[in-house]
């Protein structure tokens, strides 16, 4: 039992009833998604599936001497609709997640080169959307979806930060060709750049954060610097101070 997406159905019923429509057994669906019948007799059966929030779905299945499968993809009659956009910029083939309020993935689209999207399908409830591309900050907005009454999700997506600097020598002058980076909290390297012949330099599409800024033409030299979404943030780096 799963949804469009593939991410497994908890809490749903299979009824399964006979060709003359006799109820046969009625079993539960576990937290993944997972069902067993067991001790049905050779024969033609309708399994029907019900969950809160998705629409009914129906199966035939036989029963012989092996041990058979029967999947079901369960839809929902909700449907998000809206725009992704960086200060008012649309940004083209974002990824937008939906998925619900214990992390479930329900549907995974990716909007068009006008940064438009539609996700059909949703189940009634409490969802979350997540936009993500490539040079912004994710962003995520919680989201209410009814089958009788389609929404409409326009989403920000922030410029991720930049720094720049110039590196210079002891002496003054500017250092080409040298090599920066950037160094998160946790000591992994998450971008780098080389000087140019003016000894500047730019590390682009880092998520907001404290950073390191390394480099090590002479003698390794260190500087702090905090970046935030959408701001350029200044570290020069002098060698000899």
């Known amino acids: 039992m799963h949804t469009l997406s593939g991410s497994g159905i908890g809490g749903a019923v299979i009824t399964v009833t006979g060709l003359d429509g006799s109820q046969v057994d009625r079993v539960p669906v576990d937290t993944e998604g997972r069902y067993e019948l067991v001790d049905l007799r050779k024969g033609t059966y309708t399994l029907i599936v019900t969950a809160a929030g998705y629409r009914p779905a129906a199966g035939t299945f036989t029963v012989t001497d092996t041990v058979g499968a029967q999947d079901f993809e369960l839809a929902g009659g909700g449907l998000i609709a809206g725009t992704v956009r960086s200060d008012g910029i649309p ?54 979806v009814s089958a009788t009454r ?32 950037a160094v998160d909290g946790d000591g992994r390297v998450v971008a780098s750049a080389v000087t140019g012949t003016d000894g500047s330099y730019r590390l682009t599409g880092l998520p907001s954060g404290d950073y390191t800024v390394v ?25 000899g101070r």
């Open 91 to 144: 940004v083209p083939l974002a990824a937008i997640v939906a998925s619900d309020v214990d992390g479930q993935i329900l549907a995974q689209v990716a909007a068009d080169e006008a940064g438009r999207y539609r996700i059909e399908g949703l189940p009634d409830g409490d969802a979350v959307l997540t936009a993500s591309a490539s040079g912004y900050e994710p962003t995520a907005e919680p989201v209410g």
């Open 150 to 181: 389609p929404s409409t999700v326009d989403l920000n997506l922030p410029v991720q930060a930049v720094v720049h600097g110039v590196v210079t020598a002891p002496d003054g002058p500017a250092v080409a060709g040298a090599t920066v980076t």
């Open 215 to 239: 480099t090590s033409v002479y003698e390794p030299v260190a500087v702090r610097v905090s970046a935030r979404a959408g701001e350029l943030s200044t570290a020069d780096v002098v060698f």
